[in-house]
């Protein structure tokens, strides 16, 4: 999975994250009002967790999916940072 549009990386976080929460909380109102409240509390745990692995997928996903810095790029911030560093050098001997 790669990156994308904005609305498409907030429908796969939403979907990641929604769609484990929305069942955590439907299992547990299908629970017997009878049943002890720890249950309850473990289901929307282990709905915590799922969800959090689900962000955890997509945010793997989107940033494995950026590419890495090409030797064109390196040399043009190279250039880039010389030119700073002699313009700054500049500026301190104007100024002496």
Do not use: C, H, N
């Amino acid at each position: 999975m790669s990156g994308g549009d904005l609305f498409a990386i907030s429908w796969r976080i939403a979907f990641a994250v929604g769609v484990p929460l929305f069942v955590a909380a439907y299992l547990t109102t299908r629970l017997d009002p009878s049943a002890p409240s720890w249950e309850s509390l473990a289901i929307i745990l282990v709905g915590l967790a799922v969800a959090g692995l689900g962000m955890f997928v997509v945010l793997r996903g989107l940033t494995s999916g950026t590419p890495d810095v090409s030797d064109a790029a390196r040399a043009a911030g190279r250039k880039w940072d010389a030119e700073v560093r002699a313009e700054e050098r500049k500026r301190e001997e104007d100024a002496q």
